[in-house]
């Protein structure tokens, strides 16, 4: 088990990436805490994973409560050794009508640096951040999503900038970038049967996988990348 007795928070879960990645992360043996908004959603994705191993609910919004979601997590978990923010959202805009800025670069890029701010203090040597960006934000633009846009770029930016900055302490950060993730996810189905090379998007357990291989130590000399995840889609 790769993540046998490593301590993983998961803020901005949900039915898909979040709920993928606890569970791959627990099959890999770490204790998890997920965190969500929505305390009856939280808790019907802690019954979930209950099975397969120890987990935690943490109900909170990251742009609000992120000091307090990381310090239960730490205390319920005994300790934090990796740290994975998916907060979502996808509006869109132009510049002529730029309505979703605010939300977008608050979801992109402030709750993302809010939750490093309060985890950092508490990772160690080997420890791991992992961020999710985007295609539409390191590859080729779309007319309609200036602020989704400008949003998962500044993430990718992000990771490059906390990965120089926290080089010397041996701390990781790294991102994922889809294209878009396809449906909940659910245990155990053959989800490979779901998609083939160049798709538009991809079921939760392609990005995920990735998210928590980032996590192990066979990713130990990847530090501030931003991982395509397209299936090859942008060369299409």
Not at 9 to 35: E, P, Q
Not at 141 to 148: D, I, T
Not at 224 to 236: E, H, K, N, Q, V
Request: positive net charge; hydrophobic residues 45%.
């Amino acid at each position: 088990m790769r993540l046998k007795n490593q301590r993983v928070l998961i803020v901005g879960a949900s039915r898909g990436l979040g709920f993928a990645t606890a569970y791959f992360a627990m099959k890999d043996g770490a204790a998890v805490a997920i965190n969500a908004r929505d305390k009856k959603k939280l808790d019907a994705l802690v019954r979930s994973l209950s099975g397969y191993g120890k987990v935690f609910g943490i109900a909170g919004d990251a742009l609000t409560d992120s000091k307090k979601i990381v310090n239960e997590a730490a205390k319920r978990l005994g300790g934090l050794d990796h740290v994975s923010v998916m907060v979502g959202g996808y509006e869109e805009d132009t510049i002529e009508a730029p309505k979703s800025l605010e939300a977008m670069l608050a979801n992109h890029i402030k709750a993302p640096v809010l939750v490093a701010n309060a985890a950092v203090g508490r990772l160690n040597r080997g420890s791991s951040i992992t961020l999710v960006s985007s295609i539409k934000g390191i590859s080729k633009a779309s007319p309609n999503q200036l602020s989704y846009g400008i949003g998962k770029a500044g993430t990718a930016k992000l990771v490059e900038i906390l990965s120089s900055e926290l080089l010397g302490r041996g701390i990781r950060i790294n991102a994922i970038a889809p294209h878009s993730i396809k449906g909940d996810f659910e245990p155990e189905r053959n989800w490979k049967r779901l998609r083939k090379l160049g798709d538009m998007s991809a079921p939760p357990e392609d990005f995920a996988r990735v998210i928590v291989w980032l996590m192990t130590d066979e990713a130990e000399f990847v530090n501030g990348a931003t991982i395509p995840m397209d299936g090859g889609l942008r060369f299409s």
